[in-house]
């Protein structure tokens, strides 16, 4: 209840203080009495013109700027605020005349010039828009917002170089700002910067230097362009011609160079090799180093420790993929004995045996090395990687609850596979800003837009088939979120749950069951993410519709599904695979794979070798020798939502989507199925990965 107030004074003074508190209902009333004692009170306009911009009464905000306007003509202030209310309702020219006299009367009004630029925007002009984020950085050099604007525009242009410039000028003015490095990456991930690389050797490198030394980034991201840096440049032939011949890697000046560079390590230590002549040259020096391995030849290889040492921790990531000869596996034995029954740690030996072998393998070595004390740093981080993180993912394994005992024959079978191989195999993951749920979901399913009655300010949210927990990593930054994650794999759960604690996030409920199991769960959701899960269930309808029934009414649920058209060269692979019973050890995964890469020639193997998923064991298992696969067509998945009674939000990936609205620029929303149905058949690869989409249920 608002007191009363005798005098107008003590009105103006109750109705600011509310207004600051932003206590609108009893500000407004306030002044709504003020008004009634003095009709043209300037100051009291203004604040209910404020007041109503602020609840969104778009047409009340604007009558009172206007009327105070009238009062005070030139103020650019005034003139900024009913920019700003014409933009939110539409009448975009409107806004940009408004803007501009505000910058007439004050030609350093920094917000006005920004507002400018995002109503030129609006309309195309992104020229206009552009120079008007200029003349602020002429202003104020260092404005972030204005320089990272400018940098968007440019990327969402294609304008490359100008993007990639004015990020750079982003990250000198503050390297640490998450939104910035975020950006960043995204343009870094989604294009090929060969050309920017030798036209710009040294400032690209150090971008990339920089993100290889922190740890709260996906390196995954950069790795594509990172590794323009190690590819030997002019040497690239040159180091192909030596690892198809019998020469030695070790001989050439060049590569030994490389291998004592920071940036090379940092790339081993970081990212997973995915590129076939990098990992071709890393498969033959490792064969040259442990065959070399000699007294005579170890005060040479001692200068390569710092790399060795790297490379066992880029073959740890990769769960020993690498192709390994009878020669190696002759000489590996050899060395297996030799440290097994050294009484003393022989670090360049036990580095060379940790690139073929995980150590926590070995108790009496595990046992040695947990006691032994290192002056090298790196030789500790890999005893860490190694043995350290593993036992405390046994340790964790004690504190994850089950929720039922799995008994459906195809959900046990799922689980033996992440139970040998979690998937995937991760280290490090991008940090983002906390922010409410709907912030992120505006972004997944834009263009199309969806008011809710749930804001999301507390929600319970349900991660699915939660695997390694990189997903979760995304999670965690929704706000004030209550998060239940489930899998079937013990050792995934465990891998997650570590690698989140590590994060910095123990919040979350971590659960051991089958998606089959929550249909006894008393919990409703708010959100709901499974993706990459249901395809691998026996009956995938089945557990989409447990998952339906633990979702809000006004609740939200993402999907992500493998797309028949997408994965045909998957299932040919599979099919081959079938037909000549390789089974899915790490030797019959290594042998397919060298069939792959040797066999370059053929369309199927090419594709199929340069897909994400190729380059780790967990992952080659997971694309082409998983135990179940079920996949699916954008008609299959209308008839999905139809039977569910489930409405389709859009899917998430905006760079298709962007594709998709050249296409069909009528729908302005993305949400027309049909339309995308034609959309793949145009381009039967947008969905190599999987479809990703979000739902609700109908009303």
């Not at 409920?509 to 993410?529: A, M, R, V, Y």
């Not at 058209?565 to 390789?582: C, F, H, M, S, T």
């Not at 193997?605 to 954008?634: A, C, G, P």
Request: aromatic content about 12%; glycine content about 2%.
């Amino acid at each position: 209840m608002t007191p009363d107030y005798n005098t107008v004074n003590e009105k103006i003074f109750a109705a600011l203080e509310n207004f600051k508190a932003k206590n609108f209902i009893d500000a407004e009333k306030l002044y709504k009495e003020i008004l009634e004692l003095k009709p043209n009170h300037y100051e009291t306009i203004c604040y209910l013109g404020l007041i109503y911009a602020q609840t969104k009464k778009l047409d009340l905000s604007c009558k009172m700027f206007l009327k105070a306007l009238k009062m005070n003509p030139e103020n650019a202030g005034l003139n900024n605020n009913l920019g700003n209310i014409f933009f939110e309702l539409g009448n975009i020219e409107k806004s940009i005349d408004y803007f501009q006299k505000a910058i007439k009367i004050d030609p350093k009004f920094i917000d006005a010039y920004f507002n400018l630029s995002l109503a030129f925007k609006n309309v195309g002009k992104l020229d206009e828009a552009i120079n008007s984020l200029k003349k602020i950085i002429f202003l104020k050099p260092n404005d972030l917002k204005s320089i990272i604007s400018i940098a968007i525009i440019y990327q969402n242009e294609e304008k490359i170089e100008q993007s990639f410039l004015y990020f750079i000028k982003a990250m000198k003015v503050d390297p640490n700002d998450l939104e910035t490095r975020n950006l960043f990456l995204e343009l870094i991930k989604t294009t090929n910067l060969h050309s920017l690389t030798k036209k710009y050797p040294k400032e690209i490198k150090n971008i990339f230097l920089f993100f290889l030394k922190q740890n709260n980034i996906n390196h995954d991201d950069i790795f594509n362009n990172a590794k323009l840096f190690i590819y030997f440049h002019q040497d690239k032939e040159k180091v192909e011609r030596i690892y198809k011949s019998q020469e030695l890697l070790l001989d050439n000046d060049n590569i030994k160079q490389n291998l004592t560079d920071e940036y090379f390590y940092l790339m081993l230590q970081k990212c997973l090799f995915r590129d076939i002549f990098l990992e071709n040259f890393l498969t033959k020096i490792r064969r040259e180093i442990l065959l070399d391995l000699s007294d005579k030849k170890k005060k040479i290889l001692k200068n390569y420790l710092n790399f060795i040492i790297s490379l066992s921790q880029q073959c740890f990531f990769n769960e020993y993929l690498f192709f390994e000869t009878n020669e190696e596996k002759k000489a590996l034995l050899k060395l297996e004995n030799k440290i097994i029954n050294n009484n003393s740690i022989d670090e360049l030996e036990v580095a060379i045996f940790a690139c073929y072998k995980l150590l926590n393998e070995f108790q009496t070595l595990s046992n040695s090395l947990l006691k032994y004390r290192s002056k090298n740093i790196l030789f500790t981080e890999m005893v860490n990687l190694q043995i350290i993180e593993p036992l405390k993912e046994n340790d964790l394994k004690k504190t994850i609850k089950s929720i039922e005992k799995i008994s459906n024959q195809t959900s046990l079978k799922v689980r033996e596979q992440y139970e040998q191989n979690p998937y995937p195999r991760w280290r490090y993951a991008k940090s983002i800003k906390i922010a409410n749920f709907s912030d992120k979901f505006k972004k997944e399913i834009f263009p199309n837009k969806k008011d809710f009655i749930n804001n999301f300010s507390n929600p319970n949210v349900l991660i699915a088939g939660c695997g390694t927990g990189k997903h979760l990593a995304h999670t965690i930054y929704y706000e004030n979120a209550n998060i239940s994650a489930i899998d079937l794999s013990l050792s995934s759960l465990a891998y997650a749950k570590r690698m989140i604690e590590e994060i910095g996030y123990e919040k979350i409920n971590f659960l051991k069951g089958d998606i089959l199991s929550l249909k006894n769960l008393n919990t409703k959701f708010d959100i709901i993410e499974c993706v990459g899960v249901l395809h691998h269930m026996e009956k995938p309808i089945e557990g989409l519709e447990i998952l339906i029934n633990l979702l809000k009414s006004n609740g939200v649920i993402k999907l992500g599904l493998y797309s028949e058209l997408a994965r045909g060269d998957v299932v040919k692979i599979r099919d081959l695979i079938k037909k000549e019973g390789i089974n899915n050890s790490l030797e019959s995964i290594r042998y397919i794979r060298e069939k792959v890469k040797n066999n370059s020639d053929n369309s199927l193997f090419k594709k199929i070798s340069m897909n994400y998923d190729f380059f780790s064991t967990s992952n080659v298992r997971d694309l082409i020798f998983h135990v179940k696969e079920h996949r699916f067509s954008i008609p299959s998945i209308k008839k999905i939502l139809n039977d569910l009674k489930l409405e389709f939000l859009g899917f998430s990936n905006p760079y298709i989507k962007k594709k998709y609205s050249i296409n069909f620029p009528d729908d302005k929303k993305n949400i027309l199925l049909d339309n995308w149905q034609k959309f793949e058949q145009k381009y039967p690869d947008s969905f190599y990965d999987m479809y990703q989409f979000w739902l609700k249920k109908l009303n």
